[in-house]
């Protein structure tokens, strides 16, 4: 069964730090590219981060760039979503998504590319 599992979310204090992991069962995730995705009820859903399976590169929304960093590691077949200087806004709940083709990260964090494989989501809270 191909899947991603979301993991590593939780309540946490404004300032304090989580560390996502999304795993990859059925597949290799160094094959595809890799976003982080969040959503609020009743909000869109924004693009967190995304990172190329062919250079590394990545890309940052503007309201998360400086405090997350995105990375893989592709001997756990995992990437990691560390998340620093949490704030209430960052509260909500975050997916990771695999897309075989992309052109650019950021497209693929602008959804201009429909994801392969979506994982079932984790829950962050944060408070103020």
């Known amino acids: 069964q191909l899947q991603l599992v979301e993991s590593g979310g939780g309540l946490v204090q404004a300032g304090e730090s989580l560390r996502l992991s999304c795993t990859a069962s059925?597949?290799?995730?160094?094959?595809?590219?890799i976003g982080w995705f969040r959503q609020v009820p009743g909000k869109v859903r924004e693009g967190v981060s995304c990172?190329?399976?062919?250079?590394?590169?990545?890309y940052y929304a503007r309201s998360v760039k400086g405090r997350f960093t995105i990375y893989r590691d592709n001997a756990k077949n995992t990437v990691y979503l560390q998340m620093n200087g949490l704030k209430p806004e960052d509260t909500a709940v975050y997916y990771c998504?695999?897309?075989?083709?992309?052109?650019?990260?950021?497209?693929?964090?602008?959804?201009?590319?429909?994801?392969?494989?979506w994982g079932q989501g984790t829950q962050v809270t944060v408070s103020s």
């Open positions: 998504a695999a897309v075989h083709e992309i052109t650019t990260v950021q497209a693929m964090c602008l959804e201009h590319f429909e994801s392969d494989y």
């Open positions: 059925g597949f290799s995730l160094d094959l595809v590219h």
């Open positions: 990172i190329s399976s062919i250079d590394g590169s990545t």
